[in-house]
């Protein structure tokens, strides 16, 4: 019987893609997916480093898995334990000394190593970590395994040149290096032969992509090349940095039919005192003229952003020039955090200048309702407007309803297909995957709900996942799904990626 594994991801959008190349990897050395940690053989731990309390959730869940290992030991039987992603490559010593139960650690730049980490595993009593400072394999370049048919994460550069000085990911990452557009395209072009309609473009700041090939970034020349891709129906990216977004960017955004029109601009703060202190370099005026140019070339994009409330040194009036640039924008979603310091950042050593957390608590209970209400006023506006929806997954919470997006990025939920029942043997009239047109006539703070479809636009995508649903098999890739191939002209050594920008 082939091993089976599982694999836990913490973190961004490009924990996830680098999920993708694990999992590639570990069934292109015979490893079958399984359904849940219970099951499996190996348990892959792709951490964050970013994100608030990631070590607690990482030993929290070390422990749990001890006490597996324990049973199966006890059983003739054995489980191994892997981590990997940016806690590893911060903290993989450490890792290693609390959690000696671990048998394998890497880091985000030398995840093409895991099947030889294994190898040595299972030699030694020992963990085995490998920790290295650049890159061995460009993540593309390594097969890769995706969780659902239809859509794709793509990184187009690895790595950060700007200095935030919240944000831990340049240290572990590396700087800024861009893959060459043929090899983007390359890589693009394979998946949607392989039946995906919607890609999304990752960087840490994917708007200076290209400036290390070319002197100036490459962006919107990457854009218009991809809108040429016969069968791409949708292209996304996150995240832009507003310091270097252009007029250029937003004309290809404009006129390149598959360029969904959403924008998400990390704002951060309203108050150039902050933007100054966190070396956003830009400023309230430069973010608010970008907003204004956006709506004048793509008046009905959707606009989301991120934002940290009681950042060090935080004053009344600064948190309330974050509040006027909200009123102003009424952001679509706004994703809000409050402050909370990350070892090793500029900002973690401002321990003088940091906000009471009954502070920032009121101020985040002052700013979260507001851009709730804003959200819900965005779903307002869709409100008997026809839209075309790309078909995500059935509700996870009410079978009677299935989950879409619009090009916007707005959730929708819509009527599932009449009479079709799970593993009931015959294929719904959509799958996830597939697009639909349908009238939106309700709406909410999270999401908005459509009626029935009023026309139906079948993908490879969408048919393939109607079958599986057919057979009860769900909406995801079946475990036995073969892994992609690795991309044909992708193989340079360089360093690694992302975080919210």
């Not at 590893?88 to 010593?93: L, N, T, Y």
């Not at 962006?219 to 990216?237: H, I, K, N, Q, S």
């Not at 402050?339 to 321990?351: D, I, Q």
């Amino acid at each position: 019987m082939p091993r089976t594994y599982s694999i836990r991801t913490f973190g961004c959008q490009m924990n996830e893609h680098d999920t993708g190349r694990a999992a590639g990897l570990l069934e292109a050395v015979g490893y079958r997916r399984a359904a849940s940690d219970q099951d499996a053989d190996l348990v892959l731990l792709n951490t964050c480093a970013v994100r608030e309390n990631a070590d607690n959730r990482l030993y929290g869940t070390l422990g749990h898995l001890k006490g597996l290992k324990d049973e199966r030991r006890a059983a003739g039987q054995d489980l191994t334990i892997v981590v990997g992603g940016c806690l590893a490559q911060k903290d993989g010593a450490t890792v290693a000394a609390k959690a000696p139960w671990v048998d394998v650690v890497y880091g985000t730049h030398n995840l093409g190593s895991l099947p030889q980490l294994l190898a040595q595993a299972d030699s030694t009593s020992l963990p085995v970590v490998e920790l290295v400072e650049q890159l061995e394999t460009f993540p593309s370049a390594l097969p890769a395994k995706r969780d659902v048919r239809h859509h794709a994460w793509v990184a187009i550069s690895v790595g950060c040149d700007n200095s935030c000085t919240f944000c831990i990911v340049p240290s572990l990452r590396g700087p800024e290096v861009s893959r060459t557009m043929g090899d983007i395209v390359t890589e693009v072009r394979g998946l949607v032969a392989d039946g995906v309609v919607e890609v999304t473009l990752l960087g840490q700041n994917v708007n200076s992509y290209g400036r290390d090939l070319a002197g100036r970034s490459q962006f919107a020349p990457l854009l218009r090349e991809l809108g040429e891709v016969d069968g791409l129906e949708r292209l996304r990216f996150t995240s832009p940095h507003p310091r270097d977004f252009t007029d250029e960017v937003l004309h290809a955004m404009a006129e390149t039919g598959n360029v969904m029109p959403h924008l998400h601009l990390p704002l951060q703060s309203g108050s150039d005192r902050l933007l100054r202190l966190m070396r956003r370099s830009y400023r309230q005026r430069r973010y608010l003229n970008l907003i204004a140019r956006t709506r004048e070339l793509l008046p009905d994009a959707a606009l989301s952003t991120d934002i940290i409330v009681g950042f060090p040194g935080e004053t009344d009036e600064d948190f309330q020039a974050t509040i006027d640039v909200v009123e102003h924008v009424r952001f679509d979603q706004a994703f809000t955090f409050q402050y909370s310091a990350r070892p090793g950042t500029p900002a973690a050593e401002l321990v003088e200048e940091f906000v009471p957390p009954e502070v920032v608590a009121e101020r985040y209970q002052r700013l979260e309702p507001l851009v709730r209400q804003h959200s819900l006023e965005a779903h307002q506006r869709l409100i008997g407007t026809d839209q075309e929806l790309l078909i995500e997954s059935p509700s996870k919470t009410d079978v009677a309803r299935w989950s879409a997006r619009t090009p916007g990025n707005h959730l929708v939920h819509l009527p599932a297909p009449e009479g079709w029942r799970a593993g009931d043997g015959q294929p719904p009239a959509y799958g996830p995957g597939d697009l639909v047109t349908a009238t939106v006539v309700e709406a909410a703070t999270n999401y908005a709900v459509a009626g029935v479809p009023t026309a139906i636009r079948r993908t490879p995508a969408g048919a393939a996942t109607a079958d599986a649903l057919a057979r009860g098999e769900g909406h995801t890739l079946p475990p036995d799904a073969p892994a992609t191939a690795p991309v044909a002209g992708v193989g340079r050594s360089l360093p690694l990626l992302l975080a919210p920008s």
